[in-house]
Structure formats: structure tokens, C-alpha cells
């Protein structure tokens, strides 16, 4: 059965009233013939034409013209008597039906202007709204809803939800907003095994309508029909070149969505991309803190030669806090085959193995694979409770285990495990558990032995400090590059508004002046995680931007004129960096001498403070860094800090010269 459009029930409504407004013209025009030039009365019926243009456009307007026009002459004497005798008539109406649709069409169009400009001033504030919440750095969820709120109201749509891909092929509806009482689910696992704008999109890589979902099967189809959505229409959410999500927008009408659609959706897509990338980029750092953390304690512990039990309890515990796992476990490999637990950690109060079990790990058990592999292995299971699986996943529930040798001195000497009873570990699981049976190894084959200890400490640096430098590159290669783009892209959108529309020219002025502001931030966090000044242009640049930084005056003595060994630089830069930061915070210093010079093979570093002193070298993670970072270089650190006499840090690090440079300033 053909269906009729919400337009085709309009028109003759529209139609209609049209004709009644004539009706009503025709009346007054009527009334005054007796007293007005009968011509001269024509030009009321503009007053039926303009609102017609100005409510449903120029067409239905001209259609008006013409309906006054035949009126006039049929119903008002005595242009009807006169009509074909005197041309004047002719000429008189013919110059209205123009004139008229003239003039309804200017009408229409400036009906039209005004609708435009009230639409791009609504998105624009839609778009700054949500902009500023992505500045902010405001919660996914909070973001999420606030941009699945503005698309639904600026689409016109009923119903809108944004829906995240998952690893399993599956969609979630993570934010939705309604117009009506009716509600789209949230946290609510789709299968895409039906008719869907979040299926299309994944099939298509871009926008996609669905224009109806009658005789559709699937989940998100038979949802559509129980709310009585009619169409649809989605954009993908792309996120770091990856297809990450999709916002759907239904209505429950027969008309279609307007052209622009698409477009207008998708401005709101990058927001929650660049919102996604920003909160992968902080959990990133989040992550790589807490890991560098945990091996700086790990190898802490190894430093301090505390027994190997004590820091295979510490590794257990720390892993489980790392990847999130529920259990961790560390085994050692036995000559006659079997396995021996020598430490574990429950993230719950579970009852677990008692240290010392022994067993046989047979397969497909992670640590079997292990063992017979020398590497990596993990396992991954759709049920927890399979029959075919060993005791250990099916009476403790195991849905995924990865577990990494140990390998001391060339053989493997046991494994370090994780297991989770909820969902799959982390691709990267296997290289974080990785970074500690390094420290486990060196524990185990000479905690004690100062040439291991330094090389384990020179690789935590390594990495801390290579970790800063790709982090900063990211940063300034990437979001930093992209926000002044975006911003130069904002001022050449702000040149382009007209001049009657001062406000949207000042909204996107601001919105440049907010970018401009979220741009130095940035710059502000990536010196702190690494200076690129130090990279590429040497310690001395890198230690002036430092002093001009600096809340406390900084005196600067610098006597070096080379270049030094990228490590060298770097703890050299941290030292000082580190020294200048604990008298501005605890010291309560009025200024801070920095001294650098090249001597005896070595470059030497003193830092020395006016502040209240009483500092204590062994107390604080940040001194004991400092002497972390030093040691692993075979340098020497020396502390003084008496009460109320100020501090003095003396650094002593073993350099070779790289190139001499020539100190621009």
C-alpha cells in the first residue's frame, strides 16, 4: 500500500489557507472599490503573497499571486467589465502578478537567509559547547552526552545515540538523548547482525540513511520498530585513523533529513574523536607513569638487595595492579620438570595457592607454552568454565592468561603469570610483564652485583627518558600541529562572516582565543615531559628556557662549550630541573645559584639555595630519582641541606665530548 509524505498532507493545507488569506484581501479590496482607484487595490493582495513566501516559499507564493490576480479580475468590477477594451488593465495586472512573485520570492529567500544564519549561529554555539568541554578535559561520558544532545536538536531528530565498536564485533550505545518519552538503551551490547546505521557505516566508511526499517531483522532494527523510528541517518567517529564509533540520529517522521545532514553531524564527530584521542593520550601517560613507577620501586628493592622472595612478592603485586589483572604468579622451573610457586597476589581477598606448590603445568596452559617455547604465550577463552581446559581455568574461572619467561643468564628460569576472570588482557600485556622479569632476572642472578644493578637502572632511565621524548614528539607532531591548523582554519572561517552578523564573528573570535589558550597549555605539559630545546639545541639553551620558567630567580654560571652525550644532557637537565623545583616548592628560597662547568673528565653540577634547608637525601621519590638517575650514569651525587642554612646539591657525571657548539646567546 502506497504511503502518502507528510509534504503531500501539507500542500493542500498550505493551499487552502493560501486561498483563505486571498479570500479575506478579496473582501477588503471589496469594501473599498467605492472609495479607492479600483487598480490601486491590487497592491493588498501582497498582504496574502508575503506571508505565503515567508511561511512555505517562493512556488506556493507565485501560485498566490496568480489565484489574487484571477480573483481581481473575476470578482472585482469593473476591471472585469473593462478588462479586454482597456489595455491599461492588462498592463496593471500583469505588472502585480510580477511584481508579486518578485516579491515573494525575495521574501522567501530572506526567510530562507534568516533560517540559515539562525541554524549556523544554533550549531556554531552547539559546537563551542561542546568544544569547551573537550578543552576542559571533561569526562568521555559527559562529552559523549553533551554532543549526542546537540546533534539530536540540530538534526531535528526524535531519538540520537552514539554507539562505540567493540573488539568483538558487537556496538554499545554509550550516550543517547530523546525528544519524546521513548528512550534509546545505553550500555547495552548490539549485534550487528541486522539492519543498522552503525553495520552500514562499518560497511560503507562513511555517512549512510536508512530511509525505513520495515520487514529489518536484527537487534537495533527490532528497537527501531518498537519506538516507531522511520529513518535514520549516522556519521562514523574516526579516531586516530580507526574506525571508533558512530552518532545515529531517528525520527519518527516520514520526512527525510535535510541535505546537510551529514555535514552538520559530522562537525561534531571530530570533537568526539579529538575527545577520545585526548583521553587515550592522558590514559597513555597515566599508564606509562604507573609502570615506570612500579619498576622504579621493583628495582628499588633489587638496589637495596632485599631477599628475592620479598621482591618476587613486590613484582606479583605490582603486576596485578599494572594490567589489571585478577591474580598474578611467579614460577620457578625445576630440573625434574615441575613447576614451583614462589610468590602470588589476589586483587580480592580469594584464597590462593600456598607459596612452595609444586605441579606439572601441562598445556594449553600459558606457562607450559612457555616453557616449551621460551617465550611469551598467552590464552584466551570465550567461557570461563570450557570442559577441555585444564583445573586451573575451569576452577578458578580463568577467561584469558598470559604468562612471560624469566631468563637468567641465558636459560629460563621460570615465569611471570597474570589471569583474569572478566575480559581479555591488553595486546601490550605480554611486553608490560616483560619490562619486569628483567628486574626479577637480575635480582635472581645477583642482587647484590653493583655492574647489574647499574644496567638495570641505566635501562629504566633509558626508557623513562625515551618514553618523554616520543611522548613529547607525539605531542608536538601531532595535537599541537592540529590545534594551530584548526585555529588558522577558525580565523579564515571568521574573515568569511558578513558583516551583519557580528555575534557569529565574535563567537568564533573567541573560540580562537580558546584554542590559542588550550595550544599553550599543551606546549606547557610537553616541555615538562621533555624540553625539546634540550634535544635540539643543548643543555645550556635548555637550562636558560628553565631559569626563565622558573618561579624563584635563578643565577646561571654556565663554563661548558660542548656538546655532551644525549644521557649525560638529560640527567644533567633533570638534576638541576629537579633541585630548582623542590626549592620552589619546599625551600622557600629568594633565589637558586646553578652552576655547570667541564672538569676533570667530568661535568660537574652545583645547585645551591638561600631556603630553610633540612632536606633529607634519603627521604622523597624525587632525590632518591636524582640519585637513581645519577648512579646509573657511575656518576656521584653529594646532598647538604642543614636547617635554616639552605641546600647545596654537588653532581659529578663521567662525559666524553660529542661536538663543540657555539652558544647562540
Known amino acids: 500500500m502506497a504511503t502518502v509524505s507528510g509534504a503531500d498532507v501539507r500542500w493542500p493545507v498550505r493551499l487552502l489557507a493560501s486561498a483563505a488569506m486571498v479570500a479575506v484581501v478579496t473582501g477588503a479590496v471589496l469594501l473599498l472599490r467605492s472609495h479607492v482607484p479600483v487598480l490601486s487595490l491590487l497592491v493588498l493582495y501582497l498582504l496574502a503573497v ?18 489574487s490576480v484571477t480573483v481581481f479580475v473575476l470578482l472585482v468590477p469593473p476591471v472585469g467589465s473593462l478588462l479586454v477594451a482597456d489595455s491599461r488593465e492588462i498592463v496593471a495586472l500583469v505588472v502585480f502578478l510580477v511584481t508579486a512573485v518578485v516579491v515573494g520570492n525575495l521574501a522567501a529567500r530572506s526567510r530562507q537567509s534568516a533560517l540559515e544564519s539562525a541554524r549556523l549561529t544554533e550549531e556554531q554555539s552547539a559546537l563551542r559547547r561542546v568544544a569547551t568541554l573537550v578543552a576542559e578535559s571533561s569526562s568521555q561520558s559527559t562529552v559523549f552526552e553533551a554532543v549526542t544532545r546537540e546533534v539530536g536538536r540540530l538534526c531535528g531528530a526524535d531519538l540520537a545515540r552514539m554507539e562505540r565498536y567493540e573488539p568483538d564485533g558487537t556496538v554499545t550505545g554509550v550516550a543517547a538523548w530523546s525528544r519524546v518519552p521513548d528512550q534509546l538503551a545505553v550500555g547495552t551490547h548490539f549485534a550487528l547482525d541486522g539492519l543498522s546505521v552503525a553495520r552500514e557505516v562499518r560497511r560503507a566508511g562513511g555517512p549512510v540513511r536508512l530511509d525505513s526499517f520495515a520487514g529489518a531483522t536484527g537487534e537495533i532494527a527490532r528497537e527501531a520498530l518498537t519506538l516507531g523510528i522511520r529513518s535514520s541517518i549516522g556519521c562514523p567517529i574516526v579516531v586516530n585513523g580507526r574506525l571508533w564509533g558512530v552518532i545515529a540520529a531517528s525520527t519518527k517522521s516520514d520526512d527525510p533529513y535535510p541535505a546537510k545532514t551529514e555535514s552538520q553531524i559530522a562537525s561534531f564527530t571530530e570533537l568526539v574523536a579529538t575527545a577520545v584521542e585526548n583521553a587515550e593520550a592522558r590514559g597513555e601517560l597515566r599508564r606509562m ?3 615506570q613507577a612500579a619498576l622504579r620501586r621493583v628495582a628499588t628493592l633489587v638496589a637495596r638487595a632485599v631477599a628475592p622472595d620479598l621482591v618476587f612478592a613486590a613484582v606479583a603485586r605490582e603486576v596485578v595492579q599494572l594490567v589489571g589483572a585478577d591474580t598474578a604468579a611467579i614460577l620457578r622451573l625445576d630440573s625434574d620438570g615441575l613447576a614451583t610457586l614462589v610468590a602470588t597476589h589476589s ?18 596452559s600459558p606457562t607450559a607454552t612457555v616453557l616449551a617455547t621460551g617465550g611469551s604465550a598467552r590464552l584466551d577463552l570465550d567461557s570461563p568454565s570450557p570442559a577441555d581446559q585444564p583445573d586451573f581455568v575451569r576452577l578458578e574461572g580463568v577467561r584469558s592468561a598470559v604468562a612471560t619467561p624469566i631468563i637468567v643468564e641465558g636459560r629460563c628460569w621460570g615465569t611471570i603469570s597474570v589471569a583474569s576472570r572478566r575480559d581479555p588482557f591488553l595486546p601490550a600485556t605480554e611486553q608490560r610483564l616483560a619490562e619486569f622479569t628483567e628486574l626479577v632476572a637480575t635480582a635472581i642472578a645477583n642482587a647484590e652485583a653493583r655492574t647489574k644493578l647499574t644496567q638495570s637502572r641505566a635501562r629504566i632511565v633509558a626508557t623513562a627518558d625515551e618514553t618523554r621524548r616520543r611522548i613529547e614528539r607525539d605531542l608536538h607532531d601531532g595535537a599541537q600541529q592540529r590545534l594551530v591548523s584548526l585555529a588558522l582554519n577558525l580565523r579564515g572561517t571568521q574573515s568569511t562572516v558578513p558583516a551583519e552578523l557580528p555575534e557569529l564573528g565574535e563567537s568564533i573570535g573567541q573560540a580562537v582565543v580558546d584554542l590559542q589558550e588550550v595550544l599553550e597549555e599543551l606546549r606547557e605539559i610537553s616541555r615538562g615531559i621533555h624540553p625539546a630545546i634540550l634535544s635540539e639545541g643543548g643543555l645550556a639553551l635548555a637550562l636558560r628556557a628553565l631559569a626563565r620558567r622558573s618561579a624563584v630567580p635563578v643565577e646561571l654560571r654556565l663554563e661548558i662549550t660542548s656538546r655532551y652525550p644525549q644521557a649525560v644532557e638529560v640527567a644533567a637537565y633533570y638534576v638541576i630541573s629537579e633541585a630548582v623545583t623542590n626549592t620552589t616548592k619546599h625551600a622557600k628560597a629568594s633565589y637558586v645559584e646553578v652552576g655547570v662547568e667541564e672538569r676533570d673528565g667530568a661535568l660537574r653540577l652545583r645547585v645551591r639555595d638561600d631556603g630553610v634547608g633540612g632536606a633529607e637525601p634519603q627521604q622523597g621519590s624525587g632525590l632518591i630519582g636524582l640519585r637513581d638517575r645519577v648512579e646509573a650514569l657511575a656518576g656521584s651525587i653529594d646532598i647538604s641541606s642543614p636547617v635554616g642554612e639552605g641546600t647545596v646539591i654537588e653532581v659529578a657525571l663521567p662525559v666524553e665530548r660529542v661536538e663543540p657548539h657555539t652558544d647562540p646567546s
Open 347 to 364: 586483587a580480592s581477598e580469594q584464597e590462593m595457592l600456598a607459596t612452595g606448590t609444586r605441579w606439572k603445568p601441562e598445556p594449553p
Open 289 to 291: 607513569a604507573d609502570e
Open 50 to 67: 508575503l506571508p505565503v513566501a515567508i511561511w512555505w516559499g517562493a512556488r506556493l507564493a507565485a501560485v498566490t499571486s496568480l489565484v
